[in-house]
């Protein structure tokens, strides 16, 4: 499976979406000024690129089922 390319981007973006979550949970567990500053905006992000692995995820199933046929 590590071979295919579409699944190394498939983990990338989920790995990119934990990041982000991670940060963010972070931010609000500690507060302060980098929460002020960059609470809502980490979220955002986390929201585009959970958006985006979907995608990326929907795109490797599809391609995968079409390949088996």
Known sequence: MWQDP????VAIAVL?????LMIGIGGFVRG???NRKH?????????MAQAA???V????V????????
């Not at 990119?16 to 982000?20: G, M």
């Open 57 to 60: 995820v929907l795109a490797f």
């Open 53 to 55: 692995a979907i995608a």
């Open 16 to 20: 990119a979406v934990l990041i982000l």
């Open 62 to 69: 599809f391609l995968r089922r079409m390949g088996s046929n």
């Open 39 to 47: 609470g809502n905006r980490l979220m955002r992000y986390r929201i």
């Open 32 to 34: 302060g000024d980098f």
């Open 6 to 9: 579409l699944f190394i981007v």
